[in-house]
């Protein structure tokens, strides 16, 4: 009998060793993290109707923690948890103790989508921004104002990035846009769309990748039509090469306050002084005067050879292509385009 009491205490006593140490290894564990302090930060999502405990799986999936079951022990011991659903920045730097406190905060912002319409100017950008109340006015174009600031695989202007910041929608968070990174972020949309996949066929050209832009830009203007293009493209190449003014009178319209103010265009129109007027000026205006999609760009990397020297748009903005100078007139009296 005295044997087995010996023996019975011994078992208790190792029991309790082990509960120690299994104790003492959680509790080590929970403020052990997976990575050394300073680690990047992660976007982790609460997927909405998890529990707390089942958020160990996710966080250890993501490499956040080791083991979901220190997770769990850890809200075991931590009483109540109410994480909050939605995108949370964490980083494996941090302890699970921490990783729950994070999850407890508000979550980021949803993001909104911004659209920037093909053609739109640099100004016409910044106004639906500052509408938006995403920025202050002018802040957009004053940013667009110093390539210096920005990195792309092509060469930037020097002056202005109007042409190069391709348009799409972007998705932004309110109250925290950040108007350089959204530059950035249309600097690299636009290689990667068009620059990386086109640039041997750029330089095979024999234009300049800047001539390239500045030609798109016209084009997404000129023609409604992306499959008409290349034929457009091809009869103002042709025009700029044998020294006549293009006559693409959306230039004219690139500097005004309001594309569309008839009044002021007309005068423009008139004005033989003005750099951008195609009408009186040979050769490429002197810069891009929107933003140009791939089709526009393109088309103006390889022209559609053609007989015509011309072109017009009717009341359908239908393109209709002419010869010589007798043929576009014809039309123009046709189709009443003046």
């Keep these: 009998m005295k044997r087995l009491a010996i023996v019975l205490c011994v078992v208790v006593v190792l029991a309790a060793v082990a509960g120690t140490g299994a104790f003492l290894w959680a509790e080590g564990q929970v403020q052990s993290t997976m990575a050394p302090p300073g680690a990047a930060t992660v976007e982790f999502t609460v997927p909405k109707g998890t529990s707390g405990r089942g958020l160990g799986t996710l966080l250890a999936s993501q490499g956040l923690i080791r083991d979901a079951r220190i997770w769990r022990w850890h809200l075991y011991r931590r009483g109540a948890f ?7 920045e964490v980083s494996p730097s941090m302890t699970v103790a921490e990783l729950a406190t ?24 910044d106004a639906a921004l500052a509408a938006a109340n995403l920025i202050t006015p002018g802040a957009y174009i004053a940013a ?10 092509f060469p930037l202007p020097t002056k202005s990035l109007e042409g190069y910041l391709y348009p799409e929608t972007y998705g932004v968070i309110p109250g925290k846009l950040d108007v350089n ?12 769309r068009f620059y990386m996949p086109n640039r041997e066929a750029i330089a095979k050209s024999g234009r300049t990748l800047h001539e390239v832009v500045v030609m798109a830009s016209m084009l997404e203007r000129e023609e409604p039509v992306p499959e008409q293009r290349p034929l457009v493209a091809g009869i103002l190449w042709k025009r700029v090469d044998k020294g006549f003014p293009l006559g693409v009178d959306a230039t004219s319209r ?45 088309a103006a990397m390889s022209p559609k050879p053609s007989e015509f020297w011309y072109y017009l748009h009717d ?7 002419s010869r010589n100078a007798q043929e576009h007139e014809a039309l123009r009296r046709k189709y009443n385009v003046y």
């Design 181 to 192: 990174a959204l530059i950035q972020r249309q600097l690299d949309a636009f290689g990667e």
């Design 82 to 88: 109410a994480p909050k659903a939605g995108r949370h």
């Design 254 to 298: 690139y500097e005004l306050a309001q594309w569309n103010d008839r009044g002021a265009f007309l005068k423009r129109l008139r004005d033989p002084q003005d750099p951008y007027n195609t009408r009186h000026r040979k050769g490429l205006p002197p810069g891009p005067i929107g933003a140009p999609t791939v089709a526009s760009l393109q």
């Design 315 to 321: 009341a359908e903005r239908r393109l209709h292509p």
């Design 144 to 153: 667009a104002s110093n390539p210096s600031k920005f990195t792309a695989p």
């Design 102 to 125: 994070a999850l407890e905060g508000s979550p980021i912002p949803e993001d909104v989508p911004f659209v920037v319409v093909e053609g739109w100017r640099l100004r016409d950008t």
